[in-house]
């Protein structure tokens, strides 16, 4: 018996047009800014009408890497609601993959711009097993207070009673077949959106430090700490937290060097430090674990892994040879590849747009103990 477990950050996977850019130009698309618009509503009418193009070319190529990927479980991020998830999965996924992915769960958390984690899941394994689901619960609620994670770093833009995750920790329990299958899907705090001027990776560690710790309480709570390294469960999603990444030094004209970098703190060594958890992308060489091409002009660029899947103690031992699979085909052209990682791109693929997602999904095959 085996099970397909994937995790995809699916980018802006929204129903809902946003006009915000009539206001703030700093939200305006840049082909607009290429025409005169001379009111709202020929702006409203323009912006729509490039909205739903690029958005066609973009959700077919997310269901190419989604198919690519042909999880049993696939975890999502930043997905507006269950209406966008069941059109995306109705038009799009299902002319790929058939009647495969009829398990979809959602529910609404804290994000301020309505983006959430969900679930798609088969019936049953590719294998053929069952694929069943005990209960589902959000975690949505829990505040700093709650779980006494409130220190003088959060404080500086937090109060006591805010919401640890800011999206939600949505906990699945499963049965594969008939073997227990606990599943944790997050979607940590982004390194933007910080004051003073502060580097945003630090600026917000403290969020994402609180949120690990209260994904691993969950965790704990469930099982007892005593039990957790016999337990199985595994931890997805995009964490926006990376331990090390790679330098990209140099331009298409110049050529380009890699650099691998070990970073000196990161949220997820919550997770890492004392075996809680493997990230078994770590299985990988250390030049090929990115799952995200970050690059502001030629001066910043870099590789990195932000999307994860941990595994608990017991289900790394039972698959000690599982390595997972990154899916990049569906990067955009722009994207630098380490010598010898160059795929092949999905047709219609853009120097920036359209793209499958900036995140690649990742999926790994495992036996459960």
Excluded at 3 to 27: A, H, K, P, V
Excluded at 85 to 93: D, S, T
Excluded at 144 to 168: G, M, V, W
Excluded at 218 to 230: A, H, L, M, T
Aim: glycine share 6%; hydrophobic share 35%; proline share 4%.
């Amino acid at each position: 018996m085996s099970l397909r477990l994937g995790t995809f950050n699916i980018e802006n996977l929204m129903t809902r047009f946003d006009f915000s850019g009539w206001r703030n130009q700093l939200r305006q698309d840049r082909v607009i800014r290429l025409f005169e618009v001379g009111s709202r509503q020929e702006y409203e009418q323009l912006e729509q009408a490039r909205q739903i193009a690029e958005t066609d070319d973009t959700r077919q190529l997310s269901a190419l890497a989604i198919a690519e990927a042909d999880a049993d479980i696939l975890c999502l991020q930043e997905v507006d609601n269950m209406p966008a998830l069941q059109a995306f999965e109705y038009g799009y996924l299902y002319r790929m993959v058939g009647n495969g992915y009829l398990q979809k769960f959602l529910v609404q958390g804290n994000d301020g711009r309505g983006i959430d984690v969900a679930v798609l899941m088969r019936e049953r394994t590719l294998t053929g097993e069952r694929i069943e689901v005990v209960d589902v619960r959000s975690h949505a609620m829990l505040t700093y207070q709650d779980l006494d994670l409130f220190n003088d770093e959060l404080a500086l833009t937090n109060k006591p009673s805010d919401k640890i995750f800011k999206r939600d920790c949505l906990e699945l329990e499963l049965k594969i077949g008939g073997k227990p299958f606990l599943l944790y899907v997050v979607h940590f705090k982004s390194m933007g959106n910080v004051r003073d001027n502060r580097d945003g990776r630090t600026g917000t560690m403290a969020i994402r430090v609180a949120e690990a710790k209260a994904v691993r309480h969950i965790i704990e709570r469930q099982f007892g700490p005593e039990n957790v390294d016999s337990a199985s469960f595994a931890i997805c999603g995009d964490m926006n937290d990376y331990q090390e990444r790679v330098k990209v030094i140099g331009t298409r004209r110049s050529g380009y060097r890699f650099e691998p970098v070990r970073e000196e703190a990161s949220a997820l060594d919550v997770f890492s430090h004392d075996g809680f958890a493997e990230n078994v992308v770590r299985r990988r060489d250390e030049m090929d674990r990115w799952t995200l091409y970050h690059a502001r002009g030629p001066e910043e660029q870099h590789l990195c892994q932000l999307d994860y899947i941990w595994l608990s103690p017991t289900l790394g031992r039972a698959n000690p040879s599982a390595v997972p699979d990154i899916i990049r085909n569906g990067q955009p052209f722009r994207t630098v590849f380490p010598p010898g990682q160059e795929v092949e791109l999905f047709p219609r693929i853009g120097w920036d747009r359209p793209k499958a997602s900036d995140h690649c999904p990742v999926v790994v095959e495992l036996d459960l103990p």
